[in-house]
């Protein structure tokens, strides 16, 4: 019986020898250590807050020219009024142009954010990497993201290769 409980623990030992190592970090909290993006995120509060403030002017002026129009609507020829709803609606146009061509999904803003902080992030991914290497860590998560995300991943482990093979394709061969 000795034997057989020693083989269990023996068989035990060697099976956590191979476990796969794992570890996490919080790359929210490791941004926030960074002088460099706090100085990005200062300089695009900055011109955020710049852009906005054009917005908001523009906004302001539209509204005066409509109130002013309101105003003067009853002393207007029908050519005047129409004159002036079409000055009206053509800055509305410009302005919500504006604010789409700065603070759309791939405005101004988006280009400066990613302009300034990929390179911080690329940076950070890359020690992250080289601290997973140095650990011998095979897997690294982020904890600061809503979704689970996976930071670095041993390439011992990339079994997509494998899951190509059975599917019944050549991996390598790219589909074009």
Avoid at 1 to 15: G, V
Wanted: with cysteine; proline share 2%.
């Amino acid at each position: 019986m000795k034997k057989y409980f020693l083989i269990c623990i023996l068989i035990f030992a060697c099976s956590g020898a191979f476990a796969q190592k794992f570890a996490y970090v919080d790359t929210e909290y490791i941004l926030k250590h960074l002088p460099d993006y706090k100085s990005a995120l200062n300089q695009l509060n900055v011109l955020s807050g710049q852009w906005q403030q054009q917005v908001d002017n523009n906004f302001t002026e539209i509204d005066k020219m409509y109130k002013a129009y309101q105003a003067d609507q009853v002393l207007l020829t029908e050519d005047m009024r129409k004159r002036r709803e079409n000055d009206i609606i053509e800055k509305e146009k410009a302005a919500k142009e504006f604010q789409r061509r700065i603070f759309g999904p791939e405005g101004e803003l988006f280009q400066s954010r990613t302009k300034l902080l990929n390179p911080i992030q690329d940076n950070v991914t890359k020690v992250i990497a080289e601290v997973a290497k140095s650990k011998l860590l095979d897997f690294i998560f982020d904890k600061s993201s809503e979704a689970t995300m996976m930071i670095y991943a041993s390439s011992t482990y990339d079994v997509s290769n494998d899951v190509i093979k059975k599917l019944g394709f050549k991996p390598g061969a790219m589909i074009k």
